[in-house]
């Protein structure tokens, strides 16, 4: 079965680091991109950033550059977001996903979701 | 970036009914669209890709069609299952956006 699987549900103070993960199995993992994607509180999809796991190419949102960091470790399946220092408004779900195509196509494999939770 | 508008943001409808949602981008972006549905706590599900290809598993009352600029979701008999919310998504340029979403509510 192909799936991605997020780690934890994360609480965190303002001003903290955090590195959240997404291991993908059933499939190789270096041949499709991994995407991650922001869904604040009653709110609406985000598109944060992708990886390509194979060579590590990465492309972000400008919303997010400089904000985070994605990465991946192909020896272990492993796609990884991460924030230096958090802010309350980093609250959020937060959901990696599988590019259908090397190209887009659409989104077709999704995480359960990471849920992180700012607050002093 | 390439803007996402979704029209209505919210509709009201009854089982059985035809549904048309529509997703327009500020730009033409060709065929490269995705439509998904996401229901409360869950994540999104990718029901269209390439604007009117159909995901495996995904009912056949579900279809999209369009291309660059105006693109159209249908469900032809709503189902008591299909109340969720809708999301677009481009994949023509980077940032791949995501359309605001319409929710879609039991009458």
């Known amino acids: 079965e192909v799936q991605l699987v997020q780690s934890g549900a994360e609480v965190k103070k303002p001003g903290e680091s955090l590195k959240i993960s997404c291991k993908g199995s059933?499939?190789?993992?270096?041949?499709?991109?991994i995407g991650w994607v922001r869904q604040m509180p009653g709110k609406g999809l985000e598109w944060m950033g992708i990886?390509?796991?194979?060579?590590?190419?990465?492309r972000y949102s400008p919303s997010f550059q400089g904000q985070v960091t994605i990465s991946a470790d192909k020896s272990i399946s492993t796609a990884y977001l991460q924030w230096s220092s958090l802010k309350a408004s980093d609250t959020a779900m937060y959901y990696c996903?599988?590019?259908?195509?090397?190209?887009?196509?659409?989104?077709?494999?999704w995480g359960q979701g990471t849920t992180v939770t700012v607050s002093s | 970036a390439i803007q996402l508008t979704q029209s209505p943001s919210s509709l009201s409808a009854s089982v059985g009914d035809r549904v048309t949602i529509t997703c327009r981008a500020s730009?033409?972006?060709?065929?490269?669209l995705a439509w998904y549905q996401q229901k409360p706590g869950k994540a999104p599900k990718l029901l269209i890709y390439?604007?009117?290809s159909l995901e495996s598993g995904v009912p056949s009352r579900f279809s999209g069609s369009g291309s660059g600029t105006d693109f159209t979701l249908t469900i032809s008999s709503l189902q008591p299952e299909d109340f969720a919310t809708y999301y677009c998504?481009?994949?023509?340029?980077?940032?791949?956006?995501f359309g605001p979403g319409t929710k879609v509510d039991i009458k």
């Open positions: 996903a599988r590019l259908l195509k090397p190209d887009g196509g659409g989104m077709d494999v």
């Open positions: 059933g499939y190789s993992f270096t041949s499709y991109w």
């Open positions: 730009q033409g972006i060709s065929s490269a």
């Open positions: 990886i390509y796991p194979g060579d590590s190419d990465t």
């Open positions: 998504q481009q994949f023509n340029n980077y940032p791949l956006t």
């Open positions: 390439d604007a009117s």
